[in-house]
């Protein structure tokens, strides 16, 4: 007998708990590999993200930078890549949870990246730890988040805007990271790095590839519809140095990322 998949996604999404939703995400996962959660129902299932009391979230501007040289610039970085992850999390199961009628496999993609979201925040909040200090330890930003709300009505535009835009923008700004976790001699934080990338270049792919699927059931040329829902949503356009082999790996064209880099 299946469940209605839903409002598992939906409970998932409103725990403020960490370990709790940590804990709802991978049962779902779980539960969705057996076969047990049906994603034909169509009762609504209420949508909040929850989450914990701290950190602090402040413009992206008021987040402190700090030089990686020192141990508390460096869990300071790490704290910034981990609020990201924990914002993943809840991306992952927004995207799965909020957009009904979509293929089996559109859910299953989003509720494994959730799954391996869950596993990114548990890895690199193991790193800040070694820095004696947490996740919740210093303010953070939520520019993430704030995209999701704004495409909340379209799931073409969320997959635009959200994995293949700004998740994306991880993929440049991961190795120049690494080489400065590198330098100041954390080593163990940088090939923890490592995984995520490999795994955010999928992430990202499957962004990309659900975008391409709904362009073509709208008759929409994917290149171009991207640039006027960047223009449209007033969103933040790619920024050059591009990590040119991993976006390519996770979709992009050559020709559009030449076209990326050139001005608007």
Partial sequence: MTESLFPRLSNAL????????????????????????????STP???TCGRPAKPELVTHK???????????????????????EFTAINLALDHAARFRNMPEQYYGDWIGV??????????????????????????????????????????????????????????????????????????????????ILRDEIGHVGLGD????????????????????LLTHFKAPWPQAPMNESARLSAGFSADELAGLTKKR
Avoid at 123 to 129: D, F, P, S, T
Avoid at 149 to 174: C, H, I, S
Avoid at 209 to 228: D, G, I, Q
């Fill in 62 to 84: 008021e987040v402190l930078q700090r030089s990686p040289q020192t141990p508390e610039g460096r869990a300071h970085l790490l704290h910034a890549i981990v609020h990201i």
């Fill in 209 to 228: 590839r659900w975008f391409r699927y709904l362009c073509a059931e709208r008759n929409l040329a994917p290149e171009s519809t991207y640039r006027e």
């Fill in 114 to 195: 959730a799954a391996e979201e869950a596993e990114h925040f548990q890895l690199l909040r193991g790193r800040l730890q070694s820095l004696n200090h947490d996740y919740g330890d210093f303010p953070a930003h939520a520019g993430l988040w704030e995209m999701a709300e704004k495409t909340e009505n379209d799931v073409l535009a969320r997959m635009a805007l959200v994995p293949r835009l700004l998740e994306a923008r991880g993929l440049d700004a991961t190795p120049p990271i690494q080489k400065k976790l590198e330098a100041a001699g954390d080593h163990q934080s940088a090939r923890a790095l490592d995984i």
């Fill in 14 to 41: 409103a725990a403020t708990d960490i370990a709790e939703k940590i804990e709802l995400t991978a049962k779902i996962a779980a539960d969705w590999r057996a076969g047990k959660l049906d994603w034909r129902d």
């Fill in 45 to 47: 299932a209420p949508l």
